[in-house]
């Protein structure tokens, strides 16, 4: 698996990755601005990882398939964390 964490990698790392037989190529899209070029998405990668549903909707609407596009949220869920007690590291 290759994971492109951003545009640059993906455009860099995409071309060089294409034909050698890896199996999965993931990139990470998490800003909601224009994308611009979404025919290197659809080419370099097997599926996105948007950061929000707004940045899914955004590639969506660039042309890029729904199936491709997954929705991860990046980042934690600070009540998934609280200590029952001192020394207690169990999540609620």
Known sequence: MVHYNDPCAMSLVGPASTGLG???RVASRRVNYAVRNPAAYR?????IL??????????ARAGIAAHLLL??????DPEVWRHRGPFSLTPK
């Open 22 to 24: 890896i199996p999965t």
């Open 43 to 47: 080419s370099l990668t097997d599926g």
């Open 50 to 59: 948007c950061e929000s549903e707004a940045v899914r909707r955004r590639c």
């Open 71 to 76: 929705v991860v949220p990046d980042g934690v």
